[in-house]
């Protein structure tokens, strides 16, 4: 799908306040209400916008453990890896869950309540899987940079 510079400036607007009514958007990007909206309604339907969120501060929710665990399993089955991308898909701990290439099969961002917590789901839930071979768990201490944003440029 090719993107214009109007569509460039509406997704990048949207990325930094999704917020924004149709007349604030139109206006940040030079255009009048109707052709802004029909745009939005265009790069909605065609899944280059995907949905609308609102960021939470995980200190104020409860969870300010952040850790990515990688994931090795015994084998590469079909009913293994079904059984273990279901868990996932299921498990509201884990934010993110991307198969890699490499030393490991898997990546995952997890959230907890506390260390025990996440020593807990390590070892009674995780560890319990079939086909789990292992995990190697890195916790975040610092977070220095964190956006969604995904970088933009034309391509002109």
Known sequence: MNLDK???????????NARLSNNELAEKVGLSA??????????????????????LNPEYTGTPILAYAHISLTDHRPESVLQFDLFVKDCNQ????CSLSGQYDYLLKIVSRSMSEYEHFISSELL????VQSVNTSFV?????????????DAD
């Not at 201490?141 to 440029?153: E, G, H, I, N, V």
Request: glycine fraction near 6%.
């Open 6 to 16: 109007l569509d460039l400036a509406i997704l990048k607007q949207l990325q930094t």
């Open 34 to 55: 109707s052709p802004c909206w029909r745009r939005v309604k265009r790069l909605e339907e065609q899944g280059v916008i995907q949905g609308y969120v609102a960021l």
């Open 94 to 97: 884990i934010l993110e869950c």
């Open 141 to 153: 201490l610092d977070q220095k940079k964190y956006t969604t944003a995904l970088p933009l440029t």
């Open 128 to 131: 319990h899987l079939p086909g």
